[in-house]
């Protein structure tokens, strides 16, 4: 038995039970756990009830003693979890793993070296995570666009595409977003959304469908955008806090930021961060702002600041 009292382990592979006696006792005491390299949930898990464990770390290399069933081993107190997952194919078994229900954060990331023995258009099955009711934070990368969201999300990271359908329906009282693409879009945002950050990329798919859109008009089965002026000014008019960058491909040509007008009111956004190269116009940038970063480009209009009364950082 240990003299002293552990409460996080990081990296733990092992301890002799035959010099150091049984594992249980400081498996049930400790509190925050990091393990890497986890081939088998099972081989840990059942040694203890992990009874005061609230913050979990795991990263697996899928072998022949990953079960999906095993994740119901995981302590039902655990409050924070972040899974990684390894594979060289996807396996459709996946979209089964449950997670403890009182989680309250979860970072989820399954890599996939290839989708197996599916055809290049196969659509993965339904990832479903809205049993998750106590779930406040989600960061995800799935090898799907296909996810049933907690009701009761406030912020959601993905470096996938996020189906913004989806949100706009099951996450009411989502806060803060950050992405990369745009899935799913209909028009609509989710309306409590203050916080959001994406790249140039998911701009651009927001710009793509709002010029489809508008072009559509005799289409009756097609949702269109309410303001047809601006591609981003409903979803402006509720940002506190925007940030955009660049990554991949160079950017269709488009203005961010309308001409300020009596039509727009943006003056609830407080910081505004853009770092990418010349291609998209900025545009007018509320002059609300009390903290602005610009990095790479030449479109700024410094005569504007003049007006920037609130503007400290």
């Known amino acids: 038995e240990y003299p ?36 088998s949930l099972k081989k840990l898990f059942s040694q203890a009830n992990f009874d005061n464990l609230v913050d979990l770390s795991l990263s697996m290399n899928m072998g022949d003693d990953f079960k999906v069933d095993d994740f119901e081993l995981l302590p039902p107190g655990l409050e924070k979890l972040e899974c990684r997952i390894c594979t060289f194919m996807y396996h459709d078994d996946f979209c089964q793993i449950r997670f403890p229900v009182g989680l309250t954060e ?10 197996g023995d599916h055809e290049p258009e196969f659509i993965a099955p339904v990832f479903d995570l809205s049993y998750l009711e106590n779930l406040k934070k989600l960061k995800y990368a799935l090898p799907t666009e296909n996810i049933k969201f907690p009701k ?5 990271e993905s470096s996938c595409s996020v189906p913004l359908r989806q949100l706009y329906i099951c996450c009411p ?15 609509d ?9 994406t790249i140039v990329s ?22 269109k955008l309410d303001d047809s002026s601006h591609f981003l000014s409903k979803i402006l008019s509720q940002l ?7 990554l ?14 009596a039509a727009y009111d943006f003056s609830n956004m407080k910081t505004f961060e853009m770092h990418f190269e010349d291609g998209s116009i900025i545009g007018d940038i509320p002059s609300s702002l009390t903290s602005l970063r610009v990095t790479r480009t030449k479109d700024l209009d410094f005569s504007r600041f003049k007006y920037f009364g609130n503007l400290v950082d």
Request: glycine share 2%; aromatic share 14%.
């Open 189 to 197: 945002f989710p309306k409590k959304v203050t916080n959001l950050t």
């Open 152 to 156: 009761n999300l406030l912020e959601l």
């Open 106 to 115: 979860l970072s989820l990331f399954i890599i996939c070296f290839t989708n």
């Open 173 to 187: 009282d989502l806060v803060k977003l950050k992405c990369c693409h745009f899935s799913q879009i209909t028009g």
């Open 248 to 261: 991949d491909r160079d950017p269709v040509k488009f203005t961010i930021f309308p001409k300020e007008s």
């Open 240 to 246: 506190h806090h925007f940030k955009v960058s660049y």
């Open 202 to 223: 998911g701009l651009t798919d927001l710009f793509e469908y709002w010029q489809n859109a508008t072009r559509k008009t005799d289409d009756s089965k097609r949702r």
């Open 4 to 39: 002293y009292n552990v409460t996080r382990l990081d990296a733990y592979p092992f301890t002799d039970e035959s010099k150091y006696g049984s594992n249980e006792k400081w498996f049930n005491n400790v509190k925050s756990l990091n393990i890497e390299n986890m081939c």
